[in-house]
Structures are given as C-alpha cells and as structure tokens.
Nanobody
Framework: VQLQASGGGLVQAGDSLRLSCEAS????????MGWFRQAPGKEREFVAA????????FYADPVKGRFTISRDNAKNMVYLQMNDLKPEDTAVYYC???????????????????WGQGTLVTVSS
C-alpha cells in the first residue's frame, strides 16, 4: 500500500486549501482513511477520518465545521477540504490508511498500518 499526499502550501489566515491523498490499494472502499497532522515541536494528532464501510466521518474538535473529509472510491482518492484556516493549523499533514479499523480506534495513529509522506501546510497570520 502506498499513499501519496499533496496539496499543501502557504496560505493566509481565513483562506482555504484542499489536500489530496492517492492510495495505491486493491480495494480502496474497504479502507478507513485518516488525516493526521504534526505541528512543529508537537506530537502528531488526529484531524479527520472516513470509514471505508458506510462512509462515516469523524473530526477532531479543533477542525469541526471548518474541515471536510471526502473520498472518491472510484479514483482511490481521499480529500481534506480546509476552510477558514488559522495559524494554529500550520503543520505537516499526513494521510493514513487501514483496512480493519473499528470506529472507537479511528483517532489513534497507532491503529493505522499505512502512512503517506506528508504535505506541509503553513498558515500565516
């Protein structure tokens, strides 16, 4: 399984950005896809996730109402639409995948077997 994240960049506070992650997997729709981020000097944290079965979505409290995760199972793609970006959203964003996720574990990075390389998002004030 290979994950390729893209779409990061330098934006101003209040701007929007869409991250993309392409997954090289056999049956993408079965995979839970997650986005995590790691800010400078901080631990990696959960951002959002999309269950493969049923399409349920989950969000971390700091991004609820501003970020939207979506997926295109036909293209093996998952997206993170980020609106109203804030300087505290500055981080390297990683996409992750797992094909045996239960909902109660979806926020924990150690539950994901596969990780992309990360894409940097910088939000200036």
């Amino acid at each position: 399984v290979q994950l390729q994240a893209s779409g990061g960049g330098l934006v101003q506070a209040g701007d929007s950005l869409r991250l993309s992650c392409e997954a090289s997997v056999g049956t993408f729709r079965r995979y839970t896809m997650g986005w995590f981020r790691q800010a400078p000097g901080k631990e990696r944290e959960f951002v959002a996730a999309s269950k493969g079965s049923g399409g349920s979505t989950f969000y971390a409290d700091p991004v609820k109402g501003r970020f939207t995760i979506s997926r295109d199972n036909a293209k093996n793609m998952v997206y993170l639409q980020m609106n109203d970006l804030k300087p505290e959203d500055t981080a390297v964003y990683y996409c992750a995948a797992d094909n045996s996720m239960i909902s109660s574990s979806i926020r924990y990075e150690n539950q994901y077997d596969y990780w992309g390389q990360g894409t940097l998002v910088t939000v200036s004030s």
